[in-house]
């Protein structure tokens, strides 16, 4: 393990730690390519390898090299764009085994929860990995993200999502663990729980935490929330807990059209924040 996304660049656009920001498209990177019908098409170049379409192939040899934004043409001329995908297009084009927390909530967790540069973080479970990574940005080099899961094929997928996303980071740990049963750190900056029962992890997070820190959770359902808020309350040790959730409404922008979509996104979950009181 050499380093963490958030580290100086090496000077040829890879940060140490793997993820290529900048410069030509190399062998081994993820690019997403847009179709002429806007379809997002996800593939990792190879030397001699070929993207399929209807209308012939499109060489992976015809983008290593190339400039970010470049296009790129079928053998029967159809049109590309190929571009080095955000981290909203690496997470959306992916098959994923796990429910993902989606970028309209990562965001919002990243400042209700105050996850700064250098923090402890404790997140459980890691599922697919997506919120892994913006959670190992926001703690940079000297912070750790300490992701527990129980189950074991999800912690190694969570990892290696990860890993294809950022390189390798020293600073994370996965822990094949039931959370349920104990949390090891102390002195724990952060702690966010995306998992089924997080009331019971309730009395753990209070031996956690250090005074002010933050415990988030993530709850698809108002019966989760109440058993949580209830929890926290017998609990004590924790501030009042403050819960929303966060509505994210498309507009369609094209010609004289412009207004709201017709079909939404409704609802993902809400969250509930609360902090460790100190004596
Ligand atoms: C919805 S997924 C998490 C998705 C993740 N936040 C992401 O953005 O990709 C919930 C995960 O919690 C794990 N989990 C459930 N109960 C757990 C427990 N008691 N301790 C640790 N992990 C648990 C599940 O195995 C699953 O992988």
Known sequence: ???????????????????????PFQEGEDVLLISPKQEEHLITLAPGKVFGTHKGNLLHDDLIGREDGCRAWTAMGDEYRAFRPTYIQFIMNQKRHAQIIYPKDTGPILMWADIFPGATVIEAGIGWGALSIKLLEAVGPQGRVISYEVREDFAASGAKTVRRYLGDCPNHEVKVRDIYQGIDEREVDRIVLDLPEPWQAVHHAREALLPGGILLAYLPSTIQVKQLCDRLAEEGGFSD?????????PWHVKGMSVRPVQWMFSHSAFLVVTRRTGT
């Open 1 to 23: 393990m050499t380093g963490n996304a958030r580290e100086g660049g090496s000077g040829d656009g890879r940060e140490s730690g793997g993820r290529i920001r900048r410069g």
């Open 241 to 249: 807990p403050e819960t929303f959730e966060v509505i994210q409404r």
